[in-house]
């Protein structure tokens, strides 16, 4: 996870704790910094299941790394 994946999740973390309709760059968003975190090249979907696992997977990433 880059700083600027750091930050975005710090300034958006109601987006990543909430369930809402997510507009395409915050899905984009979502993927690219799940990528970054797992490695995979998965790619943005609006598969809720998809969406949901990523945005989990973020958070846990982000609150361990935490200092």
Known sequence: ???THRQYVK???LLFTTSRRYQPEEIRMIFEIYNAITGQKKKPTSCGRCVQT???TIVHYYESKRS
Do not use: R
């Open 1 to 3: 996870m880059t700083e």
């Open 54 to 56: 990523a945005k989990q």
């Open 11 to 13: 300034d958006n973390m």
